[in-house]
């Protein structure tokens, strides 16, 4: 069965400071790799995917995320954080079968001035 | 294009009750998922309808059941209210299907039960 695992739960950047968000899956085949994230009080917004090609990918918001098969790694990363980028972040595999998508338990980025 | 639309926002029901959430997914979208988001346990998987068919279904009891009629919206009806049912409720829609992970989430239907 497919699984998404981000091993940190919490994280504190300072402002201007980069970030990195750590991402494992596992997944049978080529996986389908997304990045969201919330806001509070507000539903998920997706960042960034993954499909195929390239394996460092673009999203919205200054973010990118590298995908490394060796490692089933996709960490997020953004060079320079800003305190509206204070939400949860939720890391999903899915694919082309026939099953459901698949999230993280999510990491809480705080951002200190 | 307006976005996923999910109503009530808020509400508050006690132990036994049942409840039923309501989705309008984003026009066009023919798939709507359902997550239960709870801070120890994060998003899980309800169930996905696609076309009016449920397409996959998570690991929750017969108790919390869904539906969706010929124009894609989608409801969710859970009975006989737990304490453990509080949460927020997500929609999330798709072209495709929820496994190309392309959603589009609405900002969630908050249930507590007393």
């Known amino acids: 069965a497919q699984s998404v695992t981000q091993p940190d739960i919490h994280i504190t950047v300072s402002e201007g400071a980069s970030l990195e968000l750590r991402c494992n899956y596992s997944y049978g085949a080529t996986p389908y790799l997304f990045w969201y994230v919330q806001s509070p009080g507000q539903g998920l917004q997706l960042l960034l995917k993954?499909?195929?090609?390239?394996?460092l990918v673009q999203g919205i918001k200054g973010f990118e995320a590298e995908f490394k098969r060796s490692q089933s790694s996709f960490n997020l990363r953004k060079p320079s954080v800003h305190w509206s980028d204070a939400a949860e972040y939720f890391c999903?595999?899915?694919?082309?079968?026939?099953?459901?998508?698949?999230f993280g338990t999510g990491t809480r980025l705080t951002i200190i001035p | 294009k307006a976005g996923v639309t999910q109503t009530p926002r808020y509400l508050i029901k006690t132990r036994g009750q049942q409840v039923t959430l309501s989705c309008s997914p984003i026009?066009?979208?023919?798939?709507v998922s359902w997550y239960q988001q709870t801070p120890g346990q994060g998003l899980q998987f309800l169930f996905e309808y696609f076309s009016e068919t449920q397409r996959n279904k998570g690991n929750f009891p017969g108790r919390f059941s869904g539906r969706q009629f010929s124009n894609s919206r989608s409801e969710m009806n859970v009975s006989t209210l737990e304490l453990g049912d509080s949460a927020l409720y997500l929609c999330?829609?798709?072209?495709?299907?929820?496994?190309?992970?392309?959603?589009?989430f609405g900002e969630g239907s908050r249930l507590t039960v007393l």
């Open positions: 993954y499909f195929s090609g390239d394996t």
């Open positions: 999330a829609s798709s072209l495709a299907g929820s496994n190309t992970g392309e959603l589009f």
């Open positions: 999903a595999v899915g694919g082309l079968g026939n099953e459901k998508l698949t």
């Open positions: 026009s066009g979208h023919r798939s």
